[in-house]
């Protein structure tokens, strides 16, 4: 079974099967959620040291910070999803 990737910069990659949500870093509920994963080692850095952009929630209580804005990343998951329904159709 091949899991479908989206690309979230630098050469990092997410299973889009395991993506729930994607928001700004900025509002305090998602500050506690990245200090939450971060205590509970649940948290996966893909930034390459840059700017924190997006969290994306993923399923089992991760979360993965991106330097890709939510906008772009939201864009990237439905061309993806656009793409597969496309060639299931086939």
């Known amino acids: 079974m091949a899991a479908d990737l989206i690309h979230v910069g630098f050469d990092n990659y997410l299973a889009l099967d ?10 305090a ?16 850095d893909l930034t390459s040291g840059r700017r924190t952009k997006a969290v ?9 910070l991106i330097a890709i804005t939510p906008e772009t ?3 990237r998951v439905a061309a993806a999803r656009t793409g597969r329904a496309e060639s299931s159709d086939r």
Do not use: C, Y
Request: proline share 5%; aromatic share 6%.
């Open 56 to 64: 994306v929630v993923l399923n089992e209580d991760w979360v993965a």
């Open 73 to 75: 990343f939201a864009g």
């Open 29 to 44: 509920p998602m500050k506690r959620m990245v200090q939450r994963g971060k205590e509970q080692s649940r948290a996966i």
């Open 18 to 27: 395991r993506v729930l949500a994607v928001a700004s870093p900025n509002s």
